[in-house]
């Protein structure tokens, strides 16, 4: 096991300083306080408050640098390697525990998420510690096993919404298994969230509201479409990057298919039901969900992937190690492929900061999009060029989620009809830069 964090926390580190993308920056000027009270941000993120309390505490302690940020989750990815290796143990001794440590560890979207600043990692921590306790339970009964698991589920329904879908998947797992001291557990756990219920259904208000007035923006954050499911499967195995030669994307996608469905059908189905109810539900119900509301993106359900690793590794544990190898190599080839494409890594916010004149005006599609700039401690002004009055003899535009808040570019026409010249473009990994000088 000691040899098994090791490896994760070495993995984990690289990359962890990178510069911040948006959704970590506005997390970051949150807990400063400088987008108004905790509290009311939580509600326009929607998620329940638990990460955002902890990242408060967290920075209070270390401060907002981006190793700082990210800390949390950090920690989180090693506690869930951790557990599902002890759960892999549990369920079928040493080798699957070690087998599923192993897969943990090296698992790219699994690392990935351990180094951003976002609840993501917690919540999946939280989850396995949950099913770890609970499978625990349904085999013997004691005090302490009884509360652990009570703690942990309290904890992750906490972290996140689609996290509740969990919770109802144990439920229906314990009716199922006639153990009703459990479900009364479950139902007390459920019960604490009666104190956030106002602010869920303000959320809830935030959410359709959001959907109703930016349809665009609201498939960006959860939309459904019939890509959704396969796709959360090609990410659960070779992480966040891709290929622009679909050819051979599609290539390599089939190629692991293949041989994760040749290992899966060794897998015991009868003997780990609680595995298919914490794969499969909380996917489906999430998916159901996203036809209403904007929520279901492959990330906020993480917290099943390690029920994925853990189906994966009992299948391996009948075969032979050329397997695991196999299945662990095709992981670090695409950790490594991660690793050396920028363009699949956080956005550069700050390196475009750091190389912006002092003396220029920055133009940006959205304002609400500048909080990177603003933590990176831009100092120039910012404008939105489709609604503010155009000054400077030079112009940085960053074409940031233009196709998003302005559709139809008013913004660069703008710049066009103002005596406005592209002299030169810059790219940052996940940025595009168009300088304009004034005619």
Do not use: C
Not at 134 to 146: E, T
């Amino acid at each position: 096991m000691g040899y098994l964090l090791a490896l994760a926390l070495v993995l984990r580190l690289v990359l962890i300083n990178s510069s911040l993308w948006l959704d970590e920056s506005i997390q970051a000027m949150a807990l400063m306080g400088r987008l108004g009270p905790l509290m009311q941000y939580a509600l326009a993120d929607f998620q329940p408050p638990l990460y955002h309390l902890i990242g408060y505490l967290n920075t209070q302690l270390l401060g907002y640098g981006e190793v700082a940020l990210r800390l949390p989750s950090l920690i989180s990815g090693l506690l869930t390697v951790y557990f599902v290796t002890k759960l892999g143990t549990y369920l079928a001794g040493s080798k699957t525990g070690m087998i599923v440590g192993l897969l943990a560890t090296t698992n790219p979207l699994l690392i990935y998420y351990s180094q951003e600043g976002r609840t993501y990692a917690l919540t999946t921590f939280l989850v396995t510690a949950s099913f770890y306790y609970l499978i625990r339970l349904l085999d013997h009964q004691s005090r302490r096993l009884y509360l652990l698991y009570a703690l942990f589920t309290t904890l992750f329904i906490w972290t996140s919404y689609l996290s509740w879908f969990v919770l109802l998947a144990q439920g229906l797992l314990v009716i199922w298994k006639k153990r009703s001291d459990i479900l009364l557990l479950q139902v007390l756990s459920a019960l604490t969230l009666l104190a956030w219920l106002p602010s869920f259904l303000t959320s809830l208000g935030i959410g359709q509201s959001t959907r109703t007035h930016s349809p665009a923006w609201g498939s960006v954050v959860g939309g459904l479409n019939w890509k959704s499911l396969p796709l959360t499967w090609v990410k659960f195995v070779i992480g966040r990057i891709s290929f622009d030669d679909k050819l051979l994307y599609g290539g390599l996608v089939s190629f692991i298919g293949v041989i994760h469905l040749s290992i899966l059908r060794f897998f015991p189905i009868k003997k780990n039901a609680p595995l298919i109810f914490w794969l499969i539900l909380p996917i489906l119900l999430g998916i159901l969900t996203a036809s209403l509301l904007p929520v279901y993106q492959y990330f906020r359900v993480l917290f099943v992937l390690p029920a994925y690793l853990l189906i994966l590794a009992l299948g391996l544990s009948k075969l032979k190690y050329r397997y695991v190898i196999i299945v662990v190599a095709l992981q670090l080839l695409s950790l490594g492929y991660y690793w050396l494409n920028p363009r699949y890594q956080h956005e550069d916010w700050r390196s475009l900061v750091n190389e912006v004149p002092s003396d220029v005006v920055v133009a940006i599609p959205s304002r609400a999009q500048s909080t990177p700039l603003l933590y990176y401690n831009l100092p120039n002004k910012i404008i939105e060029p489709s609604r503010d009055e155009l000054s400077g003899e030079t112009i940085y535009y960053i074409r940031y989620a233009e196709d998003l808040f302005d559709v139809t570019q008013i913004g660069q026409a703008k710049l066009r009809q103002s005596g406005y010249t592209i002299v030169s473009q810059k790219t940052y990994p996940g940025l595009a830069l168009d300088i304009y000088q004034k005619d």
